[in-house]
């Protein structure tokens, strides 16, 4: 069984909704989460980092990190076209094992 | 601050050949691990170096190899290529193994 699994997707969102990306994972006792965004055809990009418990923000992106239900999630506010992409979750305690990842496909 | 360099962008070989991909991190960065994408599919997990060596290996064949240099550049070989050795493969550093990770921009092999 893996120890992180990602909603596989494909998720659909008109121009302007939020878009919610999801993590679940194994009880660990070090959790700090990168997300990264991965266009078609290019390198996945760090968009990113949670280390602590609770919400952090960067312009339209939130990232939630809820130790005690061990989900990771990110929120995409206000989505934009441009935000069409496979975004990818990782455990820092096992950053390199990636999943398919979440495609995320905005519609204009 | 110059990003992860990787060459050659790309490279097309035949079946049997080998062929060497080379990989420059971020200054400051001493682990570098390597994945190989197939279309669909996320990032599978080669290597992982740290401090020039050997941290983690995925499920490869052992036609796959790499190593660090003292300058914590990479190199990934793989001998005796197969059809199947076609993919996009990335390279990424990192301050250490824990740490976020920053892709290069990768080599597309095509293997004919």
């Known amino acids: 069984q893996k120890e992180v699994e990602q909603n596989s997707g494909p998720l659909s969102v008109p121009e302007g909704a939020i878009a919610s990306l999801n993590c679940t994972y194994s009880?660990?006792?070090?959790?700090?989460f990168f997300w990264y965004r991965q266009y078609s055809g290019k390198s996945p990009e760090l968009i990113m980092s949670i280390y602590s418990n609770g919400d952090k923000e960067d312009g339209r992106f939130t990232a939630q990190l809820n130790k005690a239900s061990q989900y990771v999630s990110l929120l995409i506010r206000d989505s934009q076209p441009s935000d069409s992409a496979t975004y990818l979750c990782a455990p820092s305690w096992d950053n390199m094992r990636f999943g398919a990842g979440t495609r995320l496909t905005v519609k204009p | 601050d110059a990003g992860v360099t990787q060459s050659p962008t790309h490279l097309i070989k035949t079946r049997g050949q080998h062929v060497t991909l080379r990989c420059s991190p971020i200054s400051g960065h001493k682990s570098v691990s390597w994945y190989q994408q197939v279309l669909g599919q996320g990032p599978q997990f080669i290597f992982q170096?740290?401090?020039?060596?050997?941290?983690g290996r995925g499920n490869f064949p052992d036609r796959f190899s790499a190593r660090q240099f003292p300058n914590y550049s990479s190199e990934l070989n793989v001998n005796a290529l197969l059809l199947g050795d076609s993919a996009l493969y990335l390279c990424?550093?990192?301050?250490?193994?824990?740490?976020?990770?920053?892709f290069g921009p990768g080599t597309r092999l095509t293997v004919l």
């Open positions: 170096y740290y401090e020039k060596e050997e941290r």
């Open positions: 990424a550093s990192s301050l250490a193994p824990e740490n976020e990770q920053f």
């Open positions: 009880d660990r006792v070090s959790q700090s």
